[in-house]
């Protein structure tokens, strides 16, 4: 076999091992061994096989859920509350650096805030104002998100469980 036929082989495999696709609701950070160089736009892109890597970020809304949180109110009712948070990547570098598992962080911060908020007023604050208390959550997990780059959109409180006899009660007071 001829020398020259295997090395163009060998040079046009590498040059295709370093093709890859950015959609257009993606960015890719790109990383030259292991140090972060730039953050590659949608499109057709090379990288340099070995010695590059990439590490792809959707930066569309992303929705994740807040598992039931067993709250106790101000007036010392137990209730189980459950949400879900809109956010979104507005800066793709500093949420792949500046936190490890972004999404992760964002639903532990939001189960705190929502702990926290509902935690603070009674029963009828929380059945009354749902949005109310959805805009104080979403304040309070934005202030900490926002240096990772990541654009809190919404959170709405979904389900608020109380115990059933609480429910009969406020069923017999009506």
Same mark, same amino acid.
């Given at each position: 076999?001829?020398?020259? %036929?295997?090395?163009?082989?060998? +040079? ?8 890859? +696709?950015?959609?257009? %609701? ?26 590059? *890597? ?11 859920? +807040? ?5 106790? *109110?101000?007036?010392?009712?137990? $209730? ?17 650096? #500046?936190?490890? #598992? ?15 908020? $509902? ?25 900490? *998100?926002?240096?990772?780059?990541? #654009?809190?959109?919404?959170?709405? +409180? ?17």
């Amino acid at each position: 076999m001829n020398p020259l %036929y295997l090395f163009s082989i060998i +040079i046009v495999l590498f040059l295709l091992a370093g093709i890859r +696709i950015v959609y257009e %609701y993606k960015r890719a950070l790109k990383f030259r061994f292991g140090k972060y160089v730039r953050t590659l736009q949608p499109g057709f892109r090379w990288i340099v096989p070995l010695v590059e *890597t990439i590490q792809v970020v959707d930066v569309r809304v992303i929705t994740i859920n +807040i598992v039931s949180q067993e709250v106790m *109110t101000e007036d010392n009712v137990p $209730c189980s509350i459950d949400g879900v948070v809109f956010f979104k990547i507005s800066d793709p570098e500093k949420a792949v650096l #500046e936190v490890e #598992e972004y999404n992760f962080a964002i639903t532990q911060l939001a189960q705190a805030a929502l702990r926290d908020v $509902c935690g603070k007023v009674e029963l009828d604050t929380i059945l009354s104002k749902r949005e109310e208390m959805g805009k104080n959550i979403k304040s309070i997990v934005e202030t900490e *998100t926002h240096h990772w780059g990541i #654009e809190i959109i919404d959170v709405k +409180i979904k389900d608020i469980q109380i115990p059933e006899n609480m429910r009969r009660m406020m069923a017999n007071q009506s």
